[in-house]
């Protein structure tokens, strides 16, 4: 029995060698065949955007050194060729396109191209010349309004959709830089930098169990885009200042700067932050001081 029971695990041994590279070539080519499919449905329906993305992508050229797709090469070329020009001719549609899809989506637009805004921290720059899109910093391998307007949505729905209580931001924020200021021996009023603000800020978001272990997958992620639509939705809101009267001022400058949204609007590269005691007016402050 023993000797049979080590034939059969040698024999399971050996079948499981052979499958795995077996198998792999298999999901190999069929990522190709999928590719080739999915060239097919683009010519059938004249998307020459989505043809010229999967044109440019690392499979077209894998497909194009498989022997067994040699005939395809010339056919490869010659839809390159077309998707390349149809793209190009476009780029005069574009901005038509992307209005009346964000539109539809609800999103308000403002476009000078190649660059455009969506909302307030939502900004991207089209890139047709290289086929892609960069939104916050980010890099979308498309020029396909379709797509850029899903990749939109995504980030709104993170930047804006989560739940938002301008009086308990403001304070919270506060009561960071309140701890900041006794930590160093500051005085009240001092401006702090604002990337080390925003580091200290974003670990007090952090849980009890992230701050014992330190394991990144505990940690809550909190972006400078988030930060700055947090602190522009506090300029639109009704609320003026700190539950104990102390007011939000952002300094702008260049150096070791964030990019955030002042109340007027405006995207500035800011250095510092600080809080001062509310004026008599009660007037909210325009946010943002000036540079000395």
């Known amino acids: ?105 609800g999103l308000p637009v403002h476009i000078d191209f190649p660059d455009f ?42 930047l804006y959709e989560v739940s938002y209580n301008p009086q308990a931001f403001i304070d919270s924020i506060y009561k960071t830089y309140t701890e900041i200021v006794r930590r160093e021996n500051r005085a009240s009023g001092d401006t702090i930098p604002i990337r080390q603000f925003y580091m200290a800020y974003t670990m007090t978001l952090q849980s009890r169990s992230f701050l014992q272990t330190m394991e990144k997958a505990k940690f809550r992620e909190y972006t400078p885009d988030q930060f700055a639509v947090d602190i522009w939705r506090y300029f639109q809101s009704d609320v003026k200042a700190s539950s104990d009267g102390h007011v939000l001022q952002l300094r702008p400058g260049r150096n070791s700067s964030l990019w955030l949204i002042d109340s007027d609007g405006q995207r500035r590269q800011i250095t510092g932050i600080s809080f001062q005691e509310k004026e008599n007016d009660s007037k909210k402050t325009i946010g943002t001081a000036q540079a000395l």
């Open 1 to 105: 029995m023993e000797n049979n029971s080590n034939l059969l695990q040698d024999a399971r041994d050996s079948l499981n060698q052979v499958l795995g590279p077996f198998q792999l070539e298999l999901k190999r080519k069929q990522r190709i065949a999928d590719f080739v499919k999915q060239c097919i449905v683009c010519t059938d329906q004249d998307d020459f955007l989505q043809l010229d993305e999967l044109l440019r992508s690392k499979t077209a050229e894998t497909a194009e050194h498989e022997q067994e797709l040699s005939l395809c090469r010339p056919v490869f070329s010659l839809l390159r060729d077309y998707a390349d020009k149809q793209a190009e001719m476009y780029r005069l549609r574009f901005a038509e396109d992307i209005r009346k899809l964000a539109e539809e989506a």
């Open 117 to 158: 805004s969506i909302l307030k921290g939502i900004e991207g720059t089209v890139n047709f010349r290289k086929r892609f899109t960069v939104i916050n910093k980010k890099i979308l391998k498309t020029v396909d309004p379709r797509r850029i307007i899903r990749a939109v949505l995504k980030i709104k729905n993170q």
